[in-house]
Nanobody
Framework: QVQLVESGGGVVQAGDSLRLSCAAS????????VGWFRQVPGKEREFVAG???????????YYSDSVKGRFTISRDVAKNTVYLQMNNLKPEDSAVYYC???????????????????WGQGTQVTVSS
């Protein structure tokens, strides 16, 4: 099991940037798929971005169409942390953002939140217009 802690949320204006962090303890992210999801009240958790942490082939990243070109997911192996850099934020990006991890020793996207067992507590992102 991986323990996950998100940080970096806040209140910003449209066009601003934020960087979210997802720090892991208990295990390293190696051979895991780490996803960022977001949720607004009354809606299902939505896949935002993910990264396959496969050392021997290299990490591979995936994005939803709504954030492609604006958000970047990356991993710092030494810090055992996955980041979500969010640029050009829009009011519709406002949500609680969660990171989640699932053991996947191969590169394949995992966009279904029901597949994940390990979740962080979430961090609120609010973008004002």
């Amino acid at each position: 099991q991986v323990q996950l802690v998100e940080s970096g949320g806040g209140v910003v204006q449209a066009g601003d940037s934020l960087r979210l962090s997802c720090a892991a303890s208990g295990r390293t992210f190696g051979s895991y798929f780490v996803g960022w999801f977001r949720q607004v009240p009354g809606k299902e958790r939505e896949f935002v971005a993910g990264i396959s942490c496969i050392s021997w082939t290299g990490d591979r990243t995936y994005y939803s169409d709504s954030v492609k070109g604006r958000f970047t997911i990356s991993r710092d192996v030494a810090k055992n942390t996955v980041y979500l850099q969010m640029n050009n934020l829009k009011p519709e990006d406002s949500a609680v953002y969660y990171c989640a991890a699932i053991f996947r020793p191969y590169s394949v996207v995992q966009p279904d939140p029901h597949e994940y067992r390990d979740w962080g507590q979430g961090t609120q992102v609010t973008v004002s217009s």
